[in-house]
């Protein structure tokens, strides 16, 4: 390896700057459930992956407003107060995998789309399933759960056109405000916000309109979520400078207090989307440790499944399992990000860049362990030119209609071309046992490795120095253990 393509990295075990963010949220079905019986059982992966905050999906907990079969409250006619009248059965299958996790839920309240994405037309009522479906999973209702859901998101995507939201802007608060109040009736320690939007970056209805509604009528907003892909960019940073432009508009309308909730995020949300796998992997991780120096409060990576798509019947690209459950390396990149944020203390490092070649380390809470997490990453080429316009056109087909969208994106960063590192040459100092023994174990996740042991080695003392190879696009974990005597 040539010296000049050799980062430099300093990592200060004994330099806490601050507790390490939990940023590791996901969504997707981990098992098998009522009406999702084919897909299997990853569960042991997720509770690899640290997993901390899980979002409910279109196949499990929809609650739709007008007669499904398949929705939490399958007939508009039935008797809100009565159990019988709803459809639990699927999604406390789900709820008690998530459980089992440890991981918090942000349960989504929305319709499944495209079919069922009306206005309600009784307001009331649809405040009394509400609050009945939130009793169900806070209070045990109905042979339900005891505080089981910390986090309840209402909409989900209602500015993308009229694919998951048909009716107007001012239906939409109504239902934001009667959702608000039932959820808070439960009780008013349950997080409440929403609306999950879809273009973050474009003024309208659905960010200005929906925060004054929700200002003049003096309704909680405990978070504020939106959602983002890197289709347009391929560039890992575009979640932190999303995420500033949110923070700016929440503020501005008096929200400063408003937690930020990244819904979705992903390199890719296109379901024709092409890549590869660990370059996909390296970009993951990229991302992740961006994160944790920006504007995000809570974030849910989509989807750590198989991408088995109930609804459309196809398989969606951005599932990081292979079908059968087993992993490729975008499966091991999202575990090794997690057993890095599951660190409770966040390490000084230098030597890492914006650019793709991202370095994060943490230690244990009982110093035993540190972690030293590397991705590089290069955004492709064709990616690093400016566009004539900063804003994405494109058409969606519901049904026969075709209807035309217009996305806000921001300014490629022309400059943000990767090193070209091929390697690393570490320098770790201050590790918080002293001169004990200690165990460094690397692992690997690129395009020949998912995630397995590359190397392993035995030292003592407080410091040591590692050089490995890791040319693009690749992403590392070095893990430091503690040697019991």
Wanted: aromatic share 10%.
């Amino acid at each position: 390896m040539a010296t000049d393509r050799i980062a430099k990295l300093s990592v200060n075990a004994g330099a806490s700057i601050g507790d390490m963010r939990k940023l590791h949220g996901t969504s997707g079905i981990p098992a098998p459930a009522p009406g999702t019986d084919s897909v299997p059982d990853i569960l042991g992966v997720w509770k690899a992956a640290h997993v901390t905050l899980v979002r409910s999906y279109d196949w499990v907990s929809r609650l739709d407003t007008v007669d499904n079969p398949t929705s939490l409250f399958p007939d508009w006619s039935a008797d809100p107060s009565d159990p019988a009248s709803y459809n639990f059965a699927a999604t406390d299958a789900w709820v008690r995998q998530t459980r089992a996790l440890g991981s918090d839920i942000l349960f989504t309240l929305a319709s499944e789309i495209p079919a069922n994405k009306q206005p309600v037309r009784d307001l009331a009522k649809y405040e009394q399933v509400v609050e009945h479906i939130v009793r169900h999973y806070v209070r045990g209702w109905a042979d339900g759960f005891e505080g089981a859901v910390t986090h309840w998101e209402f909409g989900d995507q209602p500015d993308f056109g009229n694919l998951h939201f048909s009716g107007t802007p001012d239906q939409f608060y109504r239902m934001y405000a009667a959702a608000a109040r039932a959820v808070k009736r439960v009780d008013a320690d349950l997080k409440f916000g929403g609306p999950c939007i879809a273009f973050p970056l474009n003024e309208g209805p659905f960010r200005e309109g929906l925060l004054e509604f929700i200002r003049e009528q003096s309704l909680p907003l405990d978070f504020l979520s939106w959602m983002w892909y890197g289709d347009n960019s391929r560039d890992p940073m575009d979640f932190r400078t999303i995420a500033a432009e949110v923070r700016a508009v929440a503020d501005k309308h008096g929200f400063s207090d408003t937690r930020l909730l990244l819904s979705y995020w992903s390199m890719t949300g296109i379901p024709t989307a092409q890549f590869e796998d660990a370059d996909n992997a390296a970009f993951i991780a990229a991302a992740a440790v961006y994160m944790q120096d920006s504007a995000v409060d809570e974030a849910i990576f989509f989807r750590a499944d198989t991408g088995t798509d109930f609804h459309y019947k196809f398989r969606d690209p951005a599932g990081i399992f292979e079908p059968d459950g087993s992993e490729n390396a975008r499966t091991s990149a999202f575990r090794l990000v997690g057993q890095t944020l599951a660190m409770s203390e966040r390490l000084a490092v230098t030597g890492g860049d914006e650019n793709g070649f991202a370095v994060l380390a943490g230690r244990a809470p009982d110093d035993d362990v540190v972690r030293i997490l590397i991705s590089n990453y290069a955004i492709p080429e064709s990616y690093l030119t400016a566009r004539d316009r900063d804003v994405f056109e494109f058409q969606v087909p519901i049904g026969a209609e075709r209807v035309n969208m217009s996305l806000n994106v921001p300014p490629r960063r022309i400059g943000a071309r990767s090193a070209g590192y091929t390697g690393y040459a570490l320098e770790l100092s201050n590790l918080p046992w002293g001169e004990d023994r200690y165990t460094v174990v690397r692992y690997r996740a690129d395009g020949e490795h998912k995630g397995e042991v590359l190397a392993s080695q035995q030292g003592e003392g407080a410091s040591f120095t590692l050089q490995g190879s890791l040319a693009a696009p690749g992403v590392e974990l070095i893990e430091i253990t503690r040697t019991p005597s």
